[in-house]
Nanobody, 122 residues
């Protein structure tokens, strides 16, 4: 199982970046996938989630209206389009895949990528 993020880098305030997360080793289309970030010295912050079909999305208030999550199940890839970037968006961005299977005692399958650094600075 692998989740590999890419697309991070240094960008000026107000700029844009698109992150990608390539999945392999599991059935990507069965999983809800999310972006989570961690700024230096801080805890994990959930950013956005898209359901397995791609039709339902949710966002943290801190990025709503600026970031867009999307997935391409044919390519086993998750995306995060980030616009109007701010210095406070500086963090390592991780993708996460999550699925609960079985009743009455579901088993959770949860996978993380290694992260990609996004730095917003002039």
């Amino acid at each position: 199982v692998q989740l590999v993020e890419s697309g991070g880098g240094l960008v000026q305030p107000g700029g844009s970046l698109r992150l990608s997360c390539a999945a392999s080793g599991f059935t990507f289309s069965n999983y809800a996938v999310s972006w989570v970030r961690q700024a230096k010295g801080k805890g994990l912050e959930w950013i956005s989630t898209v359901n397995n079909g791609g039709g339902i999305t949710s966002y943290a208030d801190s990025v709503k209206g600026r970031f867009t999550i999307a997935r391409d199940n044919a390519k086993n890839t998750l995306y995060l389009q980030m616009n109007s970037l701010k210095p406070e968006d500086t963090a390592v961005y991780y993708c996460n895949a999550d699925r609960w299977v079985g009743v009455p005692e579901p088993t959770q399958y949860n996978y993380w990528g290694q992260g990609t650094q996004v730095t917003v600075s002039s």
